[in-house]
């Protein structure tokens, strides 16, 4: 999934990572972090983090690369633990399987 932080703005920091759904739905858990739907409530946001209450945007990666809502900010950073899944399976770009950031790679 991609992840990213809005509780500065439109761009933050942002990751892609695996995560895990409640049996529910309403709820992601990624990186020791729960993750609360908002359902729509939110400003280019779809997620509230669990006790600090940052705005996030968590969604599926795009096949084309272009995960963020807005262009620019720092680099998206791809987990290790599904680096090779994402150039190969999602981007279908096993030829970048090395690369641990996804920025200025786009179909």
Known sequence: MFIEDKSQGLV??????RVTFSKSGRSIQYNGS??????????K?????????????ISGCRKDGADRLYHGGPPVIIDEDVREEYWT????????????????VLR
């Open 12 to 17: 933050g920091d942002a990751r892609i990572g």
């Open 34 to 43: 729960t993750f609360l739907s908002i359902g729509g409530r939110g400003f």
């Open 45 to 57: 946001s779809n997620y509230l983090e669990e006790g600090t209450h940052k705005d996030f945007w």
């Open 89 to 104: 399976v999602i981007r279908n770009r096993p030829d970048l399987v090395s690369r641990s950031d996804a920025n200025g």
